[in-house]
């Protein structure tokens, strides 16, 4: 838009003038310039000044000159800086009411001033200027001024100078008559022209093309925008329809200056269409305009001209869009290209036209080479001799010749051929390269920004062609990349070739080799099989440096590279550029990585056809390549890399002796294989297969295949699985025939290039020796024993784990949460006790010793060969549980390998924790001694009732041990432990019998009693009796356990101690004798201070008769004793119950009768002759 | 039968899977990659306006100077694309709607990896047959 005069560029302003009183003008026109709509002022200072109002004198006898051109260049500057609508005479009133000189001289710049403005329908304003109110101005001289000036009473103003609000009021006044009378001149103007145009007066299109634009502008000027539109539309009509018909000027001039005008009033009319708000009409309008003039190119000599012209018009409109205060409309009808719609989204984006004002500024930038090549030799001459003088002439779009003769300076019309030398010369001086990039960045950053990446490619591509022959190839490098790497992704393989191949040449530019080689691979590999055909001189500029993607010209590209792989040398280009060549000095290594576009031109997979192998032995694996550039690909060596270094190799291309023997020098320690042949045909895979071995164990990756061409080029392909390895997506025919990188096409879906290397064999011996159960209490003592028989042991290190065997893990319930003297672990790992080499590394096997209540590490000293070392693990069980003991041991063969190189024994074993001897206890009153307790009286069957003991009175407890265990005991010990000091003063425990001497043993399923008499002295409902404690040991003939007896502890339930009232005694011999009577006495005690009623019976048996009552009753005194005897004599001998006898307190309710074995007696048929020593004998009595 | 027409597919990862130049112009293969850069710019303009329509025939969403890109968008997002400079909407349509019925046939080659390059030379024949009778 900055071509464009500024006075075409805004809308047209009205103006006026004052005349006189310059110290008022300044506050006028900033005030008229305030006004809305605006207007300008042509301040004169004083009435000498006022003949450029005046209208350009005529010869009126001049014969009418033929129309020399369309619009005339400074018609609208004249207008809008020079032609007033009205003007405004400044008079003081002190000049008007003075001296009659003054007012002659008032009168007389009057006069010259209607004259000026005379002919011309400018409009008059007289204006007193009053200093103050004071200096009246009387209504006769009013009168008489207006009648001098010819004017009506309201054009006559009169101004306060020095009050500020009649000032205002007087200027506001002022801007309102001078708003009218400015619409009046440009109404009654337009009118006037009109009628003109309406009555033809004229014989000329141009005239009435000029006519309507005179309108048009004198319609805005009274921003009547829809009047001008009609007339401005109505002689872009009138100018389309000249182009066959005008002959005034020569044919090419002619064409320029139809598209000068046309392109003035197609702005004017965009213009006033896209701040009307009409965008969708504003571009339709433009479609038109480039439809109806695009045709028109003219010669192909001057066609840059026309070229330039139209890229013009793009711009403009795309600035005009860019700078439209109407905003895009958001809701444009979603569907485009229909009838009544025929826009596209993008037509109504800036960025549209930008990028096509680029296009065809491309267009005017071949066409200018082009005629410049044309004309070169031809006229070069005439160039020189083409002077500055060339001007642009009076009307738009025309050109003159200025020359000068002395002092006369003559305009001369051009001749088409001088003036297209003079275009020539004038497009030269213009760069239109920045211009075409700046445009095309203009539109690519936009259609960024609008989310639209191709069309933003599209520039983005043709920027860096722009860049390219520029020669700016850093910018275009930049640019080409970023556009490849959407071709390359969305896979448009004639754009990617197209864009590559300018890449290839901007390396070559920059004697870059690798990026050359990348560039030329990946175009020799891309799929493009069209037949050659033979490239036209002008297909150079559609296709670029790449040229035709064909078939043929894949395989030129490719033999030029490879001929620069043998070590050819390319030429650089007669235009610049370096040559390229590589040399043995500066290798040439090209990557490439699973996203690599060159896996086109090399893909390696590595397949292993096992999963795991062990460690040294061998396996087979198979290395495959595919190439898909269009010749056979000859390789000189491959060169295999694994992640061990050690299982490198190389293989060597049989034919090519030459570099193997080089080969042999540098690398001797790298296994070499041989291969018949390393060529890779288009499309095929060469598979190779070969053994490696491992010796180390953990993961063998094959990381890279290396294949060397040439002296000094390699190619480095990351390894691929074939399992996972993705497909190429360009080649991806329906017609090609899927091929497999294996031959077993299940190694194809599960092959790997990764193979796990297995640990080596442990030989190293780990045992754990225990075997029988553990018993709950005792220390566990599970010997491990590390025998080494064929590995030494280094760093070794050895761990316990101790897991409950029914799952679940943990060792401990924190439901039961009964304290244990060792938290709640019911298992729990006490020490590791190292033996044998222990005392030499004693302070370095602490430092990692470590042991928590299920988990131990322990550290394993240095073992050569044959050694062994042993430890005992002590485990101790509080519960019984089956325990799972895991003991692992993990120790390097070799004292140098590193840590990597472990190996790793395990051995479990599940040991059962049991419980050795259950007690079991009662207690028992002495022998036919029965003490009534109310408590048992009372008691309700059925309920668990503690055992009542009578106060006073020596029980029995006898406590049973048995041994449910599977191994031999020894009862060490068996004691009653009273608990407090307080229970033992209460109640006494004295042992009777029944423990052996010392150790008895105890075989399993055995039991072992103890006798304690228990007294109790205090009446307590509630008395702990103690614990009973009971020292074992394993019967174990080892001398392991000599000293340690195991403690196990049972607390005896408490018991009820009471007050009998009664006790019944039965009082009768050990023994009898058939026939011969013996006494039987009952006695009763009456422990109480009442008297006690009782009632006894004795019934009648078959084995005895007796003597004495069946049924009585009785009294028994306070504190006394009642006996009640019987004669009694046995009938039948052996085991006779006694007469049934049943004795029942009244007071109590309770029948006291003895048990059945108390009431039982052995009864001989004769006197029995004991032969047994004194002692036996006593023992017996008693 | 237009001056100029090139029609490519492009399958549903934007991948052109079939391309010809189908007009009448003498210099054919002259223009091929300017068409091609016009297509894949049209690209798109197409992606915003195959979700706005049900209609599978867009018409045309593009135009490069008198060029004019018509597109078709299948079920399964495959889009034709024309650039081509008649007006005839028409037999564009049907040139269209025709196309699609050989593609079809391809989709139902089990050897055919959809998304992957038609070559065949039967549906490249018969597509320019049909666009010697539509276009």
């Known amino acids: 838009m900055e071509y464009y005069p500024e006075e075409l560029r805004t809308p047209p302003i009205s103006l006026v003038s004052v005349v006189g009183c310059p110290e008022l003008h300044q506050t006028i026109s900033s005030f008229l310039h305030a006004e809305q709509p605006p207007i300008n002022t042509l301040a004169l200072p004083d009435f000498s000044k006022i003949s450029v109002l005046a209208r350009k004198h005529k010869d009126p006898l001049a014969s009418p000159q033929p129309v020399a051109g369309i619009l005339k260049r400074d018609w609208l500057m004249k207008h809008r800086t020079r032609v007033a609508a009205a003007v405004a005479a400044l008079f003081r009133a002190d000049y008007v009411t003075g001296d009659p000189a003054q007012w002659l001289q008032v009168c007389t710049d009057l006069e010259n001033l209607k004259a000026a403005v005379h002919g011309r329908s400018i409009r008059l304003i007289v204006i007193l200027v009053q200093t103050n109110e004071s200096e009246d101005v009387s209504e006769d001289l009013k009168i008489a001024l207006r009648k001098r000036a010819e004017i009506d009473t309201k054009y006559l103003i009169t101004f306060l100078q020095n009050d500020a609000s009649e000032l205002r009021q007087s200027l506001t006044r002022l801007a309102s008559i001078f708003a009218e009378l400015c619409n009046t001149y440009y109404r009654e103007e337009g009118r006037r022209i009109r009628t003109r145009i309406e009555k033809r007066t004229f014989n000329s299109v141009e005239l009435n093309i000029r006519y309507c634009f005179k309108v048009a502008v004198y319609a805005e000027f009274r921003r009547d925008w829809a009047e001008a539109l009609r007339f401005y539309e109505e002689a872009y009509r009138a100018l389309r329809e000249m182009i066959a018909t005008s002959t005034r000027l020569p044919p090419v001039q002619r064409l320029v200056e139809i598209k000068a005008v046309a392109e003035q009033l197609h702005f004017k009319t965009s213009t006033l269409l896209l701040h009307g708000g009409k965008v969708v009409e504003a571009i339709a309008w433009f479609n038109k305009h480039i439809a109806s003039y695009r045709q028109l190119v003219g010669s192909t000599k001057n066609s840059f001209l026309h070229w330039d012209w139209l890229s013009r018009q793009f711009l403009v409109f795309a600035e005009l869009l860019e700078t439209s205060t109407v905003a895009i409309p958001s809701t444009l009808p979603s569907h485009f290209g229909t009838?009544?719609?025929?826009?596209?989204?993008?037509?109504?984006?800036?960025?549209?036209?930008?990028?096509?004002?680029?296009?065809?500024?491309?267009?005017?930038?071949?066409?200018?080479?082009?005629?410049l090549s044309m004309t070169d030799s031809a006229s070069a001459n005439t160039l020189g001799k083409n002077p500055e003088s060339v001007l642009p002439s009076v009307f738009v779009g025309q050109s003159a010749r200025l020359l000068e003769q002395g002092d006369t300076i003559e305009v001369l019309p051009l001749s088409d051929a001088e003036y297209i030398n003079y275009a020539i010369t004038e497009a030269q001086r213009f760069q239109d390269s920045y211009e075409i990039i700046a445009l095309f960045k203009k539109a690519y950053e936009s259609f960024n920004s609008l989310k639209a990446p191709r069309l933003a490619s599209h520039c983005s591509t043709r920027m860096a062609k722009e860049y390219f022959i520029a020669e700016d190839f850093n910018n275009a490098k930049l640019h080409f990349d970023g556009v490849s790497s959407l071709y390359r992704q969305e896979g448009w393989v004639t754009l990617l070739w197209e864009s590559l191949g300018y890449l290839r040449e901007c390396s070559r530019r920059f004697g870059s080799v690798k990026d050359f080689i990348e560039y030329s691979l990946e175009m020799a590999s891309l799929p493009i099989f069209s037949a050659g055909e033979v490239e036209t001189p002008n297909s150079k500029r559609e296709y670029g440096p790449a040229g035709l993607p064909t078939l043929s010209r894949r395989e030129s590209v490719q033999n030029e590279v490879f001929g620069l792989l043998r070590g050819e040398n390319i030429l650089p280009l007669t235009d610049g550029g370096c040559s390229l060549i590589i040399t043995e000095e500066q290798p040439v290594r090209v990557d490439v990585d699973v996203i690599s576009p060159l896996r086109m031109a090399l893909l390696a997979c590595v397949a292993f056809h096992d999963q795991s192998v062990k460690p040294g032995s061998p396996t087979m694996m198979t290395l495959s390549l595919l190439s898909q550039l269009p010749c056979p690909v000859e390789v000189d060596r491959l060169e295999i890399e694994f992640n061990q270094p050690k299982c490198n190799f190389i293989i060597v291309n049989a034919v090519k002796d030459l570099s193997t023997a080089q080969l042999d020098m540098d690398s001797q320690d790298v296994r070499v294989e041989n291969a018949p042949s390393l060529i890779l045909p288009t499309n095929k895979w060469l598979r190779l297969t070969y053994e490696?071995?491992?010796?180390?164990?953990?993961?063998?990756?094959?990381?890279?295949?290396?294949?060397?061409?040439?002296?000094?080029?390699?190619?480095?392909?990351?390894?691929?699985?074939p399992a996972s390895m993705e497909e190429l997506p360009f080649w991806k025919f329906e017609d090609q025939v899927e091929t497999f990188p294996t031959k077993d096409p299940g190694l194809t879906y599960s092959g790997l290039k990764v193979i796990q290397v297995e640990e080596p064999e442990p030989q190293v011996d780990l045992i754990l020796g225990a075997s029988s159960p553990a018993l709950v209490g005792e220390t566990f003592v599970v010997p491990?024993?590390?025998?080494?028989?064929?590995?030494?042991?280094?760093?070794?290190?050895?761990?316990?784990?101790?897991?409950?065997?029914?799952?679940?893990?943990?060792?401990?319930?924190?439901?039961?949460?009964?304290?244990?003297?060792?938290?709640?672990?019911?298992?729990?790992?006490?020490?590791?006790?190292?033996?044998?080499?222990?005392?030499?590394?004693?302070?370095?096997?602490?430092?990692?010793?470590?042991i928590q209540q299920s988990f131990g590490v322990v550290s394993v000293p240095v073992l050569r060969v044959g050694d062994s070392w042993s430890c005992k693990l002590e485990i101790k069980w509080h519960r019984p549980k089956s325990v799972m003991l895991y003991a692992s041991l993990g120790y390097s063969p070799n004292s140098t390998e590193a840590a990597s190189q472990r190996v790793n024994i395990h051995r479990s074993l599940q040991i059962e924790g049991k419980i050795p001897i259950s007690i079991s206890h009662c207690f028992m009153m002495p022998f036919r001694r029965e003490p009534l307790l109310l408590s048992k009286v009372k008691s309700l069957p059925g309920i668990e009732q503690k055992v009542s003991l009578a106060l006073n009175e020596t029980s029995v407890l006898i406590v049973t041990a048995q041994n449910c265990s599977e191994v031999p005991l020894r009862v060490i010990s068996l004691s009653i432990r009273s608990d407090g000091d307080e229970d033992s003063r209460a109640c006494s425990v004295q042992h009777v019998g029944g423990i052996p001497a010392d150790n008895a043993p105890l075989v399993p399923g055995e039991e072992f009693k103890g006798i304690f008499s228990v007294t109790s002295k205090v009446d307590s409902p509630n008395l702990e009796v103690g614990s009973v404690c009971l020292v074992w040991k394993r019967d174990l003939k080892l001398g392991d356990f000599e000293d340690s007896g195991v403690v196990t502890e049972q607390k005896l339930p408490s018991v009820i101690v009471e007050q009998p009232p009664l006790i019944v005694s039965f009082d009768c011999p050990p023994h009898a004798i058939l026939g011969v009577p013996f006494l039987f006495h009952i006695r009763i005690h009456n422990q109480t201070n009442l008297l006690q009623e009782i009632k006894y019976s004795l019934g009648d048996c078959q084995s005895f008769v007796f003597s004495g009552p069946h049924d009585n009753a009785g009294f028994v005194l306070p504190k006394s004793e009642y006996i009640m005897s019987y004669k009694i004599v046995p009938l039948c001998s052996g085991l006779q119950q006694l007469p049934q006898v049943s004795i029942t307190s009244v007071r109590y309710s309770a029948a006291l009768n003895p048990s059945a074995a108390a009431a039982t007696i052995f009864v001989y048929p004769s006197e029995p002759e004991f032969i047994v020593g004194a002692k036996k004998q006593e023992t017996i009595l008693v | 039968m237009a001056n100029t027409a090139c029609f490519i597919i492009v399958s549903r990862n934007d991948i052109p899977i079939y391309e010809a130049e189908v007009g009448s112009a003498m210099k054919k293969e002259e223009a091929a990659q300017q068409h091609q850069f016009i297509l894949h710019a049209a690209l798109d303009i197409v992606e915003d306006l195959a979700w706005?329509?049900?209609?599978?025939?867009?018409?045309?969403?593009?135009?490069?100077?008198?060029?004019?890109?018509?597109?078709?968008?299948?079920?399964?997002?495959?889009?034709?694309?024309?650039?081509?400079?008649?007006?005839?909407?028409?037999?564009?349509?049907?040139?269209?709607?025709?196309?699609?019925?050989?593609?079809?046939?391809?989709?139902?080659?089990?050897?055919y990896l959809p998304g992957s390059r038609i070559t065949s030379s039967h549906f490249d024949t018969k597509v320019r047959a049909l666009a010697r009778k539509y276009l």
């Open chain 1, 784 to 850: 491990l024993t590390i025998k080494s028989n064929g590995h030494e042991v280094y760093s070794g290190e050895l761990k316990i784990n101790l897991v409950d065997a029914r799952g679940g893990g943990l060792l401990m319930s924190p439901r039961e949460a009964e304290p244990f003297s060792s938290g709640n672990h019911h298992v729990e790992l006490l020490s590791i006790s190292g033996t044998g080499v222990e005392d030499e590394s004693q302070t370095q096997f602490d430092n990692i010793r470590k």
């Open chain 2, 52 to 111: 706005t329509t049900s209609a599978m025939f867009l018409k045309a969403v593009d135009k490069f100077n008198d060029l004019v890109v018509s597109v078709y968008v299948t079920a399964g997002h495959t889009r034709f694309m024309l650039l081509h400079d008649s007006r005839n909407e028409d037999g564009i349509k049907s040139f269209f709607q025709e196309v699609q019925e050989l593609y079809i046939k391809i989709l139902l080659n089990p050897l």
């Open chain 1, 339 to 371: 009838s009544e719609n025929p826009l596209t989204e993008w037509e109504v984006q800036p960025a549209y036209y930008y990028q096509l004002a680029a296009s065809y500024l491309r267009e005017k930038r071949y066409c200018l080479d082009s005629s």
């Open chain 1, 692 to 721: 490696v071995k491992s010796g180390q164990s953990g993961k063998l990756e094959c990381l890279s295949i290396t294949a060397k061409i040439g002296k000094s080029f390699m190619i480095c392909c990351q390894a691929e699985s």
